[in-house]
């Protein structure tokens, strides 16, 4: 039996809508994006999103509209993936990397409070795996500043405290506490890659919620000409006869979404709570065979939360980084594909060059170093789960790591 790491879900509506958006001759940004934008905020509860070409340009998008670049200062945590990251780099910022608080893969709330200072401008907290951060502890730090912030645009002068810009890439469709993520923090990046629960092929959102004495049509506008070089019209106005005479307001960028990609978000919406229904069957299922084994699971369901389910990782208590690589060998020989998200950023090389230590970062490694990525995906029968259970608790005895 094979089974793949996180093969996406796409099934005859997905492909029939992109085949209607193919034949109407309207193939970029048009009508289907608009009405995704819509169905994704409606789906949320804000008012406004805008969807763009991936969830790192909807991450840089929140840095730009901030006015956030050299100079200023954005927290972000050691243990996620690049594009956490990189955006802050891009602007031309500072970045200040948070070691994970002990046997969490949270931040170190009490490190991110002692790291801001008169230059931080933002704070990015990472879902991993769908799993909401603490935001009530996030904004209780940023409000406890507030005498330290100093506003460089209108916009961070509405916030009025150091910005809570949420990488939501895995969380689209987590609840806690009755609040949908994407109207938890200032913004939310939210995935939509091909690995991704609800997929475009790629894709990704910038969601908001509502900041007093900020218009979300003018700032709906302003990430529209972000995304489209800074264009005064998109494609879809100047093709109305007669209408094609533009501005170019500043030299900006060129990440907007198109029609096929919001087609397939779009029919992914109208069967999405099925998909992650039966995403929370097969995480139930891992953590009831795993947990009693003494493998740390992730809860992706409590009574606070529901999880989007995206990632199902385990910790093999007392194994070592070789430990935990050959076990994904032998996965991978018993044809089950493995991962590890993820490697924290200090141990990569463009991190490295930036003068970034793991060695400086005790409890993300510590939380790395025994991770295995186990597959889940939507379309992952009852014969695939249980496979994957049952030789992975083979391999795991077998090497001596649980009894």
Known sequence: MKVPFSPPDISELEINRVVEVLKSGWITTGPEVKEFERRIAEYIGVDKAVALSSATASLEAALHILGIGEGDEVIVPAYTYTASASPVVHK??????????????EMDYDKVAEAINENTKAVIPVDLGGMICDYDRIFEIVESKKDLFKPANKLQAAIGRVAVISDGAHAFGSVKNGVKA???????????????????????????RNIDGVDNDELYHELQLYSLHGQSKDALSKNKAGAWEYDVVYPAYKCNMTNINAAIGIAQLERYEGLLARRRVLNERYEAALEKLGIKVMHHYTDEMTSTGHLYLVRIPGASVDDRNAVIQEMAEREIACNVHYKPLPMMTAYKNLGFDIADYPNAYHQYENLISLPIFSTMTDEQNEYVIENFVDILKKRGLIK
């Open 92 to 105: 031309g910022a500072k970045l200040v990397i948070i070691d994970s608080a002990p046997e969490t893969f």
């Open 182 to 208: 994407g109207a938890i923090a200032d913004f939310t990046s939210f995935s939509f890659h091909a690995v991704k629960n609800l997929t475009t092929a790629e894709g990704g959102a910038l969601a908001w």
